[in-house]
């Protein structure tokens, strides 16, 4: 199905998916940040400390769904994540990834960014596999 620019899309929006449900407040989430267009908060499944994911308000699968306004506002916070992040928890470099339909690996189909922080001696933990405790999602979202 083409988008509203032509595009093929490669995933169908499912206005009941779990972003979805974090942007309209029925699920919870661990927020980091937040403004009109966007939505940042830790990634209860975090492949290292301090996954955050960043999501814009708009309703899109993917990023070829995605308005160039949303587009936009994603990329400036995702930077502003990642400066943040790699400060906070004094990381040697910052993994950014952003995933496109399900035979690219995506799991929520609401368009996302993942800020990694990562460090050459740590191991990076498998995608979207092991919940982390709430508590410790905590201490690292104020850090």
Not at 104 to 131: C, E, W, Y
């Amino acid at each position: 199905m083409p988008d509203s620019e032509g595009n093929k899309t490669l995933m169908s929006y499912d206005p009941d998916n779990s972003f979805a449900k974090i942007l309209k407040s029925e699920l919870p989430c661990i927020k980091i940040y937040e403004d009109s267009q966007t939505l940042a908060f830790m990634d209860i499944m975090p492949q290292a400390d301090g996954h955050v994911l960043v999501v814009p308000k708009e309703s899109a699968a993917t990023i070829v769904d995605l308005s160039v306004d949303g587009i936009t506002a994603c990329i400036k916070v995702t930077r502003r994540i990642a400066i943040a992040v790699q400060v906070a928890l004094n990381a040697s470099g910052v993994m950014i990834v952003q995933l496109n339909g399900a035979a690219a690996g995506q799991t929520v189909p609401h368009v996302h960014f993942h800020v990694i922080p990562r460090s050459l001696d740590a191991p990076l933990k498998a995608h979207a596999v092991t919940r982390e405790d709430p508590a410790k999602l905590k201490r690292l979202a104020v850090l």
